[in-house]
């Protein structure tokens, strides 16, 4: 059974920096892992994803901000937040997709900005 585990949030500062990690387990064929978020009243957002550990995407309003890098012998996952702002307050959520297309989520972890 596929679980994926976020861990990282919590309360950061304007201007401040968080780091959230995300933990696969039960399989090893991930071909994208990926970060999406949602603020309250709002859908849920792509930020950033990484194929096969070298392709890259980044949201627009991250870019410059939001790094996204994976450990593939881990099963791991990051992303490295800076200069945080207030409008990225939101529960972060890990996807994955793996290489027969099936998809998985995790339950999220909350990142707060503010003063």
């Known amino acids: 059974q596929v679980q994926v585990v976020e861990s990282g949030g919590g309360l950061g500062q304007p201007g401040g920096s968080l780091t959230l990690s995300c933990v696969v387990t039960?399989?090893?064929?991930?071909?994208?892992m990926a970060w999406y978020r949602q603020a309250p009243g709002n859908q849920r957002e792509f930020v950033a994803n990484i194929r096969y550990g070298e392709q890259l995407n980044y949201a627009d309003s991250v870019k410059g901000r939001f790094t996204i890098s994976s450990d593939a012998a881990k099963n791991m996952a990051f992303l490295h937040m800076i200069n945080l702002q207030p409008d990225d307050t939101a529960v972060y959520f890990c996807?994955?997709?793996?290489?027969?297309?099936?998809?998985?989520w995790g339950q999220g972890t909350q990142v707060t900005v503010s003063s």
């Open positions: 039960g399989s090893r064929l991930i071909e994208t």
């Open positions: 996807n994955i997709r793996l290489e027969n297309l099936n998809n998985y």
